[in-house]
């Protein structure tokens, strides 16, 4: 009933941005927790950045500064805006989310991916 949609990743020079995006659509009464995780070959998925409906938010460690989440209630969306990139930060980012799809009926789970490739 639900489906996330990323789009936003590639190929950027190591220093370089980019800017994810997801995307909520279907059956969807209210969009609640929504975050970012990455997946590289040979390791654990792990959290980037989460945003909470109450607008709490949280980064790994890693992030040190170069990113910022941030959300669109309205268009059921949630972003990454990704600074001074290194080639550590190549992997598949996700889309996780929480949400109401009705009454008393709730969804969670993830998109597709978006590949982040990082040269040095």
């Known amino acids: 009933q639900v489906q996330l949609e990323e789009s936003g990743g590639g190929l950027v020079e190591s220093g370089g941005s980019l800017r994810l995006s997801c995307t909520a659509s279907?059956?969807?009464?209210?969009?609640?927790?929504m975050a970012w995780y990455r997946e590289a070959p040979g390791r654990e998925r792990e959290l980037v950045a989460s945003?909470?409906?109450?607008?709490?938010?949280k980064y790994a460690d890693f992030v040190k500064g170069r990113f910022t989440i941030s959300r669109d209630v309205a268009k059921n969306a949630v972003y990454l805006q990704m600074n001074s990139l290194e080639p550590e930060d190549t992997a598949v980012y996700s889309c996780?989310?929480?949400?109401?799809?009705?009454?008393?009926?709730?969804?969670?789970?993830w998109g597709q991916g978006t590949q982040v490739t990082v040269s040095s």
């Open positions: 996780y989310a929480e949400i109401l799809t009705g009454w008393s009926s709730r969804w969670s789970g």
């Open positions: 279907g059956s969807i009464v209210k969009v609640d927790d």
């Open positions: 945003r909470n409906t109450d607008g709490t938010t």
